[in-house]
């Protein structure tokens, strides 16, 4: 039986959510290495006279299951012109289309999407499919005499199964037509997966002598452009004579997916067709925890002898996950409680830990909190807060202790004491001035 139409609704607002994911977010991809094949083909194909109308097919070898595809190939607009896409007879089935889009107009097309560019996006509902096979199909139509390369860019080629990528290899650009014979570009990279690439700490040697000349001419210089996947403000660029390029990545946007593009010169002057991989660079660790917020209650008047409840907020700031912390608590620059936590605190989350302080034998006074915490780099890592404590007097609350209100009282009332003792003799050498003028 079929499914009901609410979970095709929910399954396809599902699978565009997921493709739409991977095309905006590129940095989830994972590094692209060899598995299946993503390939246009056949190749090569023409040239045909102008207005010629015909076809080539993006198509799939030895891929791991998947149900879904957001695929570009781009033609050069002078010479070709798509004019439409057509998933009939694909692998997969019966599919949904999200993106079906050709110089930049059409359903589901993106700001990636340009002149003499074809792109399909589908999902099917069914079990993932892996092995060999059709993807879709492209029609064009020659619009001038000449050469034309088909190609996928780099990050354009998202295979998918239930929204996560699936690792493949893209073929080297289709032809039509009768290109010049020019140099062939090629590379590779170390450290290359399975090992990692981690920002700011390992040198990354790319190598460009697989690179070749058919026509037996030398390769003079080697053009390497790094940019971010689907685009970014991140644009390193060189130019070697020499093979390799060894380059670190410590700028601040050099993380994530990153496309690599080669391309060569000979001696003859001709250039080659770019050539792009993609790699990925870890973000380097930043353990840093804060104390963020220190909370007392109650925290202001408080009565000596009262319970104070002590909350400090431990926030991990840094981009790794924390297996545990150490967190100390002064009162006014005195140890107070310590903390030993084997909790993990994942990347921008937080853990409370809360303490009882009995105010007993407390002179009424401010006093200063402080948390600390480890591990951190971060200068302003500690947390502060400020309790009072006071005595009740008469329903108000005066800031000393018992006995020195007491003495206050006495003195109060001996300096009373005295002004009337002063006042008295005043009175009585008065009157006895007035007995003897009398």
């Given at each position: 039986m ?58 799939v ?10 695929v570009?190939v ?22 949904t ?35 060999s ?11 001038k ?11 354009l080629d ?9 690792a ?76 390799t390029?060894?380059h670190?990545f410590?700028g601040?946007f050099?993380?994530g ?18 050539f ?10 930043n ?13 202001d ?9 002590i909350?400090?907020t ?21 140890v ?21 302080l ?30 009072r404590?006071?005595d ?27 002004v009337?003792?002063?006042v ?8 006895l001035?007035?007995?003897e003028?009398?």
């Amino acid at each position: 039986m079929g499914r009901p139409r609410s979970s095709r609704l929910c399954l396809l607002s599902l699978s565009l959510i997921s493709l739409t994911v991977l095309l905006v977010f590129p940095s989830s991809i994972g590094p692209v290495h060899a598995a299946g094949n993503l390939f246009v083909g056949p190749t090569p194909q023409g040239p045909f006279s102008v207005g010629t109308i015909f076809t080539y097919q993006v198509n799939v070898t030895a891929m791991d299951p998947f149900d879904s595809w957001d695929v570009v190939v781009q033609a050069d607009s002078n010479v070709l012109d798509p004019l439409s896409i057509s998933v009939a007879g694909n692998m997969l089935g019966s599919v949904t289309p999200v993106a079906n889009c050709v110089n930049g107009g059409g359903s589901g097309c993106t700001i990636k999407d340009n002149q003499g560019g074809a792109h399909s996006a589908a999902s099917s509902f069914s079990t993932p499919i892996g092995g060999s096979g059709l993807l879709f199909t492209i029609t064009y139509k020659v619009v001038k005499d000449g050469f034309s390369y088909l190609s996928i860019p780099a990050g354009l080629d998202i295979i998918a199964d239930s929204g996560q990528p699936v690792a493949h290899s893209d073929s080297r650009p289709a032809v039509y037509g009768n290109p010049p014979i020019v140099p062939i570009a090629d590379f590779t990279f170390s450290p290359a997966p399975p090992a990692n690439i981690t920002q700011g700490i390992d040198n990354v040697t790319f190598d460009g002598s697989p690179s070749s000349d058919p026509t037996g001419g030398r390769i003079t210089s080697y053009d390497w452009v790094i940019r971010p996947v689907g685009g970014g403000n991140l644009a390193i660029t060189n130019t070697t004579s020499q093979p390799t390029w060894v380059h670190r990545f410590s700028g601040f946007f050099e993380v994530g997916d990153l496309v690599v593009t080669l391309t060569v010169h000979d001696d003859g002057g001709l250039s080659s067709q770019p050539f792009p991989k993609v790699i990925t660079v870890l973000e380097k660790p930043n353990p840093n925890l804060i104390v963020s917020t220190i909370r007392a209650s109650p925290q202001d008047n408080i009565p000596s002898g009262t319970q104070v409840s002590i909350t400090a907020t431990v926030f991990n700031k840094g981009n790794i996950l924390e297996h545990g912390f150490n967190l100390t608590i002064l009162l006014d620059g005195r140890v107070f409680q310590t903390v030993n936590s084997t909790q993990d605190i994942g990347r921008g989350r937080a853990v409370d830990s809360t303490f009882i302080l009995n105010t007993t034998g407390l002179k009424p006074n401010t006093y200063a909190i402080v948390g600390k915490i480890q591990p951190s780099h971060d200068p302003n890592s500690s947390g502060f807060l400020t309790i009072r404590i006071v005595d009740p007097y008469l329903g108000a609350t005066i800031p000393f202790t018992v006995p020195e209100f007491l003495g206050l009282v006495i003195a109060t009332l001996a300096a009373i004491g005295v002004v009337r003792l002063l006042v008295n003799r005043s009175r009585l050498r008065r009157r006895l001035l007035e007995q003897e003028l009398s």
